[in-house]
Nanobody, 121 residues
Framework: QVQLVESGGGSVQAGGSLSLSCAVN???????MGWFRQTPGKEREGVAL???????YYRASVKGRFTISRDNAKNSLVLEMSSLKPEDTGIYYC????????????????WGQGTQVTVSS
């Protein structure tokens, strides 16, 4: 069983930076993982993925601003966000799947509870 717990959300002005962390309880070294976000009235969308082979993938709107990585020493998934924009606002979720990295949220078996990110203009 895998448990995921996000932390690091908060409020920041446009242009600022935040770092999200997802603490992983359980074995996920052969899992693909990702960060998704959701805003009211919209479907959950993928922001950044980390394939089990270590390859990162980014949503076009965050490429160059966000970096996804694993901290194996802490068994955590990290999302470094910079040059934040108001449209980055949402609840950010960490997810894991035993399969390939995919932008389809329903393919992920494990989810954290989410952490709020608010970017003001």
């Amino acid at each position: 069983q895998v448990q995921l717990v996000e932390s690091g959300g908060g409020s920041v002005q446009a242009g600022g930076s935040l770092s999200l962390s997802c603490a992983v309880n359980g074995y996920t070294y052969d899992h693909s993982m990702g960060w998704f976000r959701q805003t009211p009235g919209k479907e959950r969308e993928g922001v950044a993925l980390l394939h089990y082979d270590g390859s990162p993938y980014y949503r076009a709107s965050v490429k160059g601003r966000f970096t996804i990585s694993r901290d194996n020493a802490k068994n955590s998934l990290v999302l470094e966000m910079s040059s934040l924009k108001p449209e980055d606002t949402g609840i950010y979720y960490c997810a894991a799947t035993e399969g390939r990295a995919t932008w389809t949220s329903t393919s992920y078996e494990y989810w954290g509870q989410g952490t709020q990110v608010t970017v003001s203009s």
